[in-house]
């Protein structure tokens, strides 16, 4: 029997490929345009990081991180998100020190989570995310959320909902803590037992369940708004007004608590149903975290962040039929050799034109050239390059337009040149119909 892939993970082949990193690359291009800069930390961290970082009240940490001990007995965690240790490397290559803050670094890789896989949910999968850290302005919160905002816009998401909130600071949250507990206090013996876990080690938590009949008990609970400190209160109402200013949309949700221990102040959520219906949760998400820095030992500053699933972002596009056209491996030339023997040089060719820029393919069967010709109208080639033993000996390759079938004999010296000149401003809605003789 063969093997399969593991549960909830998946392979990503062909042009759902091709649509990641396309995703992925224009992202990267957003990023860096707000002065991102890139970093790659390992997927191994020790598990410790994220049990302080990410926190053990949230589910991720309770219950969906892959841990294991190594050989050393040493218990290490397949990165479930990346903030936390994004903060680890911070603090490791003391980048605080020697960085204008904020520091602002982004990052895209693989994470794991041991989730009940579903539409849209999986056990691996990727994410793209930034971190700001460093700088306490509402003002860095609102850049934050728009950048967000542009590269899912540049990606051709116009309907996407932005949900934020604020989960206010240390004082907001303790008074808020407080109110929940009183709240619940006589009814936590009837809930779910994670709610009663919850109860004890952050009644927030009890806020995000999806057991029905505890969601009909927490629909009457107090409301964070309620609980916030004046300072937090500014700081919010400063983030709306410059997003409303900056034209940013966006609906306050006071339920949106986030699953991570670490947030504080402003928090949000991107949300998109696609035109088929599908709504495949929060295609993003992310917010500001107080602490999080001094908790992996460094010192006490502040930062804010966010990360999208990389698999929803290429759903929703691919429901909402946005893939963009030009994201194919297009075979400019496919390159054939007469005999074996000559397939070397005709290696040689291909290589030279692929250092000119062009897509080439070779065909490494020593077939006829029906066989040949068939098979590079299967990879829509342009151009096909031929040579054989005699090709060799006059110093010459065989170049077909295949679009026109045309062929003729150029020098081997000359073949880019000549390929070129075939090639030059045509693409597929060339009014030379693939025969461009439009600069000539
Ligand atoms: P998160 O909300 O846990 O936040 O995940 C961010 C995004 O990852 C989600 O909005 C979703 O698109 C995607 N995602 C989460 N779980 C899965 C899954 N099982 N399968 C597929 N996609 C999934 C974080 O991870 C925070 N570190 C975000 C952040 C950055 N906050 C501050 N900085």
């Known amino acids: 029997m063969g093997i399969n892939n593991v549960k909830g993970t998946h392979d990503v082949i062909g042009s759902e490929a091709n649509l990641y990193s396309a995703i992925e690359s224009l ?26 970082g990410v926190g053990e009240s949230s589910d991720v940490v309770r219950k969906e991180m892959y841990t294991f001990l190594d050989k050393g007995q040493r218990s290490l965690t397949l990165r479930p998100e990346f903030t936390a240790g994004i903060m680890r490397l911070i603090v490791q290559n003391k980048l605080l020190a020697t960085n204008d803050w904020p520091l602002k670094l982004y990052y895209c890789g693989p994470v794991f989570r041991y989730e009940r896989p579903q539409l849209g949910r999986y ?30 816009t540049s990606l051709g998401l116009e309907n996407v909902t932005i949900k934020i909130n604020t989960l206010g600071d240390e004082e907001s949250r303790n008074a808020y803590r407080d109110a929940l ?69 966006f609906e306050v949700d006071d ?9 504080s102040e402003t928090v949000f959520e991107f949300h998109y149903v696609s035109q088929k219906g599908n ?25 804010i962040g966010f990360s999208f699933g990389i698999e929803r972002l290429a759903s929703v596009i691919s429901d909402d039929g946005l893939i963009p056209t030009d994201i194919e491996n297009k075979c400019d030339i496919y390159v054939m ?37 068939k098979r590079a109208e299967k990879k829509s080639a342009k151009v096909a390059l031929i040579i054989g033993d005699n090709e060799i000996e006059k110093g010459i390759v065989i170049l077909k337009n295949m679009a026109t079938k045309e062929q003729k004999e150029v020098l081997a010296s000359e073949f880019i040149d000549e390929i070129d000149k075939l090639l030059a401003n045509c693409d597929d809605n060339c009014c030379c119909g693939n025969n461009c003789k439009c600069e000539n």
């Open 27 to 52: 992202l990267k291009q957003i990023a860096e345009l707000h002065a991102y800069n890139e970093v790659r930390p390992p997927v191994l961290e020790y598990s410790e990081l994220f049990v302080r």
């Open 123 to 152: 056990r691996q999968f990727n994410q793209f995310g930034v971190e700001a850290v460093g700088h306490n302005s509402p003002i860095n919160d609102v850049e934050v959320i728009t950048m967000a905002y542009i590269m899912l």
């Open 181 to 249: 507990k009183a709240f619940f206090k006589d009814k936590v013996a009837n809930m779910c037992e994670d709610c009663r876990s919850r109860y004890e080690l952050n009644p927030l938590r009890i806020l995000d369940c999806k057991v029905p009949e505890d969601q009909e008990i927490v629909k009457d609970a107090p409301h964070m708004s309620q609980y916030l400190s004046d300072s937090s209160k500014a700081r919010f109402e400063t983030v709306c007004n410059a997003l409303k200013e900056l034209n940013i949309p």
């Open 255 to 263: 339920s949106l608590v986030r699953g991570l221990d670490y947030y």
């Open 279 to 303: 709504d495949y949760g929060a295609i993003g998400a992310g917010g500001h975290y107080s602490h999080l820095v001094k908790e992996v030992g460094g010192p006490d500053v502040p930062g």
């Open 337 to 373: 050799s007469l005999g074996e023997q000559n397939q070397i040089y005709a290696l040689a060719y291909a290589n030279d034109a692929r250092l000119a820029g062009y897509n080439v393919e070779m065909c490494f069967d020593n077939t006829k050239l029906g066989n040949m010709f």
